[in-house]
C-alpha cells in the first residue's frame, strides 16, 4: 500500500515542487493549506499527473488553535511529514511592526513545533515508525543584520528538529533537517538575488527526495550552502557584526 | 519585479527585461493593469523576437493540469504546462498529440499562440486543429471563452500572443497503440528526386526531409527524407531518457563553411542505400534534438536565427531550386536544413502554412547576414511565399505583409481588443502587427 505524505504548507513553490516529486515516486498526499480552493487545484493536478490520492484540507498556521480539529481528520495515515510553510516579511517592517513579527514567529516556529509534538507522539507510540522533513533555512545558522527575526524562528525551528531527531530514531523515525538558500519562489520574488546561487523550486524539491531515499539527517540544498554557511559560521563575532548582509 | 536578460532559442537579440509570473487569474489582471505593455512568455522555444519585450509575463509556473478524460482523449489544462508534462501523462494511457512541432519543450500557451504544427501538417494541419477551446484574458481583463469559428479564435491561434493571455486550453489527443513508429528513410540525389520522393511517399502520416543545403550544381537539392507512421503492437511504456547538453556556448567560428560541409557530408553518406527500413521511437522520430539541452549553444555566443519560408507548391520546384543556390553560392552553412510538404492554409489571420513546401534553415549571426536574407526575401516574394514570424528576429514589415493576406483582419481585430496595445513584443512592433 502506498504511503500517505502530508505537507503542511501546500501551497508555498516549494512545497509544490515536492508534492510532484513524491507523488511522482508513489506517495499519497494529504495537503494542509490555508487557501482550500487553490490547494484543490493542485489537487486535481497531481492526480492528473501522477494518479496517486489526495486530499486537501485547509488550515492556517497562524490558528494553531484549530490544528488538533483538522488533525483529527487524517491522523491515522500519515506516515510521513513535509513541513514546508514559511513566512518571510521584510526585517525593516519586522521592526516596527509587532503583528508582522508575531506572525514570523508563529509560523515558522511556534505552530511547527506544536504540531510535530502531536504528530511525534503518534509516531513513537502508535505507529512506532514515521519520517518528519521539516524545511528550515540557510537563515537560521546565523543571525543577519538583515533577517535576524526571520532567521532566529528559522534557528528555532533547526534547534527542534535537531532533538526531534534523536528522539524519533530511537524506535526507527527519521528526521531531516532541509536548509535551502536562495530558491526562486513567490516568496524571494522582490529580492534581488544573486543569479548564480539562486535554485529552482524543482531542483531543491529533487534534493529533498534524495535525501530522504539516503536517509540524511541535514542536508543543504544547493550542495554549496554547506560550505558557504561554514566560513559564515565561522567568522568572528567581532568581524561578523559589523557585515551588511 | 526582477529585471533579467532574456532571449529567446536563437540567442538572438537579447535583452533586458522585467520578468512578471503569472501565477493566477488574478494576478494576471493585476499585472495588466499595472503594466503599459507586457508580452506573454513561454518556455522560450520560439526563435526570435516574438515573445521579448521590456516586460514579460512568464507563464511557466500556471502549469496545472485540470482533466482528463482517458476514454476520449481530451485534455484541459493551462497555458504553461509544456507538451513533454502532457505526453508524460497521455502516452502511457494510449494517446499522443494530435499535433506535435519537432520538440516537446513548448508550452501549451505558446503552441497555440505560434499555431505550430509538425511531421503530419500535409494530413492533419496546424495545433488549431486539435484545439476545442481557449480559456483568455483579453487586453481589458475580462476573461472569455474562444471555440473554432470565433474571430478571437482565428486571431488568437497564430496571433504571437498579441490577442489576450492564453490561460487554458481544451485539446483532443489522437489514439496510439505503440511508442514505436516504422521508419523509412529515403535517400535522393537531386532537387526532382526530393520531389518525387515527397509525392511517392505522400501517403504516410509523418514526413520530413533533411536537405544538404551545401550540395552544389546537380546535386542541388539532395535530402535524406524521413516517414513513418505508428506502430500496434501495444507497447507503451514511455519513459524519459538521460540527456546530453551543451554547457556552454560554442566559439563562434566552431560553424563554419567547412565543418558543416563536413557533418553535411557524413550525415548524407552514412546512409547507403536508397531506402532503409527502421524502427524508431515517439522521441527519437519526433523530437531528435531535444535529447541535447541548449543545443543552441553551438552557434556561440550570438547566436543565429532559423529562416523558415513556404512557397505555395506550385512555384515551390522552381522557387526552391532559385533559394537553394543562392544560400549554396552563399556558403553560410546551417546545420539542419528542414524541407516539408504542408497541406492547406486553415481560416487563421497569421498561421504560417499553406499548402506547398517550406524550407527551415538556422544561421549564426554575422556581419553580412541580414543583407543576404533580405535578398532571399525577394525571392521568397516572387514565388508568392511567406516567413513563419515564430522564427524570425528580423524580417521587414514590407516583406511580412505581402506574404500575409489576412493581416489587415488580424490589424483591425486587434485595434477592435487592444487599442492601446497593451500586449506588444518586439515582432509585433516591429511589423506594426
Known sequence: MSKYLLIIGSNSDIAKACAREFAKNGFNLILLARDFNKANEFARDLKIRSGVNVEVYEFDLNNYKDWKKVYEQFKDKVDGVLLAAGFMADQKECEKDENKTLQTIIVNYLSPVLILNDIANDFQNKKKQGFIIGISSVAGDRGRKSNYIYGSSKAGLTAYLSGLRGRLEAFGGKVITVKPGFVRTKMTERLPLPKALVAEPEETARDIYKAYVKGKDVVYTKWFWKWIMLIIKAMPEKIFKKINF | ?433
Not at chain 2, 512568455?41 to 493540469?65: E, H, I, Q, T, W
Not at chain 2, 521508419?183 to 511517399?201: G, R
Open chain 2, 1 to 433: 519585479m526582477k529585471r533579467r536578460t532574456i532571449n529567446s532559442w536563437g540567442l538572438y537579440p537579447k535583452i533586458e527585461a522585467e520578468v512578471f509570473s503569472l501565477s493566477d487569474e488574478n494576478k494576471a489582471l493585476e499585472i495588466l493593469k499595472q503594466v503599459d505593455e507586457i508580452i506573454p512568455y513561454g518556455n522560450g522555444r520560439s526563435y526570435g523576437d516574438s515573445a521579448l519585450n521590456n516586460k514579460v509575463l512568464d507563464c511557466c509556473p500556471y502549469n496545472y493540469f485540470i482533466e482528463f478524460d482517458e476514454l476520449n482523449g481530451i485534455l484541459k489544462a493551462q497555458a504553461g504546462v509544456l507538451l513533454s508534462e502532457i505526453l508524460n501523462i497521455v502516452v502511457p494511457k494510449g494517446w499522443f498529440l494530435s499535433i506535435t512541432p519537432g520538440t516537446k519543450l513548448i508550452t501549451l500557451g505558446g503552441a497555440i499562440a505560434s499555431d505550430v504544427h509538425g511531421k503530419n501538417h500535409h494530413k492533419d494541419g496546424c495545433f488549431s486543429e486539435c484545439v476545442d477551446e481557449i480559456k483568455i484574458m483579453k487586453p481589458d481583463g475580462e476573461i472569455v471563452f474562444a471555440r473554432k469559428g470565433d474571430e478571437l479564435f482565428k486571431a488568437t491561434c497564430g496571433g504571437m500572443g498579441l490577442t489576450g493571455i492564453i490561460l487554458e486550453a481544451s485539446i483532443r489527443l489522437k489514439k496510439i497503440n505503440s511508442i514505436y513508429i516504422d521508419q523509412i528513410v529515403v535517400k535522393t540525389k537531386n532537387l526532382d528526386e526530393t520531389f518525387e520522393a515527397f509525392e511517392q511517399y505522400e501517403h504516410y502520416p509523418y514526413s520530413v526531409a533533411w536537405i544538404d543545403c551545401l550540395a552544389r550544381k546537380s546535386s542541388i537539392g539532395r535530402c535524406v527524407l524521413m516517414v513513418g507512421d505508428f506502430r500496434n503492437d501495444g507497447k507503451l511504456n514511455y519513459k524519459e531518457k538521460r540527456k546530453l547538453n551543451v554547457p556552454f556556448n560554442f566559439p563562434s567560428l566552431t560553424l563554419n563553411k567547412f565543418s558543416v560541409k563536413a557533418f553535411n557530408f557524413m550525415y548524407y553518406n552514412k546512409i547507403l542505400k536508397k531506402e532503409t527500413r527502421t524502427i524508431a521511437n515517439i522521441d527519437s522520430f519526433f523530437y531528435p534534438l531535444d535529447a541535447i539541452d541548449n543545443w543552441n549553444r553551438i552557434y556561440g555566443k550570438n547566436g543565429f536565427t532559423q529562416y523558415q519560408f513556404i512557397l505555395p507548391k506550385e512555384a515551390s520546384r522552381e522557387g526552391l531550386k532559385e533559394l537553394l543556390e543562392e544560400i549554396s553560392k552563399s556558403g553560410k552553412g546551417s546545420f539542419l536544413a528542414v524541407l516539408k510538404l504542408y497541406g492547406k492554409a486553415n481560416e487563421n489571420y497569421l498561421s504560417f502554412p499553406m499548402e506547398g513546401y517550406s524550407l527551415a534553415l538556422d544561421f549564426k549571426i554575422e556581419k553580412d547576414l541580414f543583407e543576404f536574407l533580405d535578398r532571399l526575401d525577394k525571392i521568397v516574394l516572387n514565388y508568392g511565399g511567406r516567413i513563419y514570424l515564430t522564427k524570425d528576429a528580423r524580417v521587414s514589415k514590407e516583406v511580412f505583409e505581402k506574404g500575409y493576406p489576412n493581416i489587415d483582419k488580424f490589424r483591425e481585430f486587434r485595434e477592435k481588443i487592444d487599442p492601446k496595445r497593451k500586449l506588444n513584443s518586439l515582432q509585433s512592433k516591429r511589423l506594426e502587427l
